[in-house]
């Protein structure tokens, strides 16, 4: 009997740079638009699975790193629970960048993803990236050029 193994895709540099260059890093607690507090790239949690506080002490960049990692392997197992097709690696890393911003319930539910499932190669997905670009129901500048450069990355041909 055959058995097809699929490799576990992780989230590759170009996913990364655009988390790192839209999050930002700042190595102690803060707190987010709506008050809840952060740290690291914004995480709420630690690698332990505490949640961060506000009178929490400072993080290295080591650490910060480390939960980022922790948490992207999350949403790893996520889109290859949810995702039917196959991705090429930019497509996987575009959907990283977008779920660590929205959240992985909000993938879970969106029409992003029935899109996806009935064909990755379906030019109205870029549309629906460009959904996810409000704070507090406007359009937020940076919001909207993270989707945009996510939605590039996404339909950007693999080298």
Partial sequence: ??????????????????IKKYEGFRNHPYEDASGIPRIGYGNMFYDDGTEVLITDE??????????LRIFLKGCESMISR????????????????????????????SELLKKINN????????????????KGGKVNKMM????????????KPML
Avoid: H
């Fill in 82 to 109: 949810l995702v039917e097709p196959e991705l090429n690696q930019n497509q996987f890393d575009a959907l990283i960048s977008l779920i660590y911003k929205i959240g992985l319930d909000e993938f879970e539910n």
């Fill in 144 to 155: 909207k050029k993270r989707r945009n450069e996510e939605a590039y990355l996404f339909f």
């Fill in 58 to 67: 400072p993080i290295t960049i080591k650490k910060g790193i480390k939960q």
């Fill in 119 to 134: 064909n990755p190669e379906d030019e109205t997905i870029k549309d629906e990236f460009l959904k996810w670009n409000k």
């Fill in 1 to 18: 009997m055959w058995c097809l193994i699929m490799k576990k895709m992780i989230v590759n540099k170009e996913g990364l740079k655009i």
